[in-house]
């Protein structure tokens, strides 16, 4: 493998964090692949140059990350339902010299879930930033048929609840507790929970033990409210597959090969977890 044949890469401001190197890497060499995935570093005013610049420089597309996965929609050729309906896209794909982008963190939201639904009656998201969207939107696809949003800002809330319509319901953020009374499933999008950021403040006392748990975060990998849900014995399902999932129609799109998201796969990329 030369890594001279297909190019794609991760862009973002900063991005050396990024884990999708490491991922896209072993499906490279995992397939036999002559290509490359590379971090690129662009910040805001360099960022519609790259973009534009991505066919002449011989890419087959990119991923886009923070901060750049709104402002990206306005550089491409053409964005696609799911994109557009969460105002986002993580995935640039070229196709006959022209750019399309995407949004795969929905796909990679519904595939990490999707085997552990069990129920699909209501559904509790907390927050409303840039992820919730992509989140709530997958919750309609998967056929949930209420959908309650609590978020600290219900400003926010609200704004995500208008954006996607359909059984979209905002509770104050004082109700998050109530609302888990009868819920199948709870969504941590909020930025608690993270590894040494503040914690979240969460009772589950009423949520029904059957109901899954999951959580967008995944370092840690077990988050505090990951951690609280299994001691009550709810099952749980951690935010590590989104990432894998949400690669994969990228790298099938760029490189030719539907690759499989499995145990060896997650393993090396959980190695690469600081
Ligand atoms: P992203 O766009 O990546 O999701 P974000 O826009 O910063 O990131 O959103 C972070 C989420 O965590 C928001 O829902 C935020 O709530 P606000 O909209 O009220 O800011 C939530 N969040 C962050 N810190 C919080 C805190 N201390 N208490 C409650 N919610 C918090």
Known sequence: ???AGIRSGVIGWPIEHSLSPRLHGFWLKRYGIDGSYERYSVPADELETFIWSLPERG???CNVTLPHKEQVLSY??????????????NTIIVRGGKLYAT??????FAEN???SITQTGHAVVLGAGGAAKGVCKALQDLGFAHITIT???????????????????????????????GADLLVNTTSLGLAYGPKLELSLDNLPSEALVTDIVYNPLITPLLAQAKARGNPVVD???????QAVPGFSAWFGVQPVVDAELRAHVLAGIA
């Open 151 to 181: 978020n600290r800002t219900q400003g926010r809330a609200e704004q995500v609840a208008q954006a996607l319509g359909g059984a979209l319901h905002v509770a104050a953020w004082e109700e998050r507790e109530a609302v888990l009374e």
């Open 103 to 108: 949004n795969t963190d929905i796909y990679g």
């Open 59 to 61: 890419f087959a597309g």
């Open 76 to 89: 491409v050729d053409e964005v696609d339902d799911l994109a557009r309906a969460v105002g986002a896209a």
């Open 239 to 245: 935010g590590l597959g989104m990432l894998l999932h």
């Open 113 to 115: 879930i999707r085997p």
């Open 1 to 3: 493998m030369t890594g």
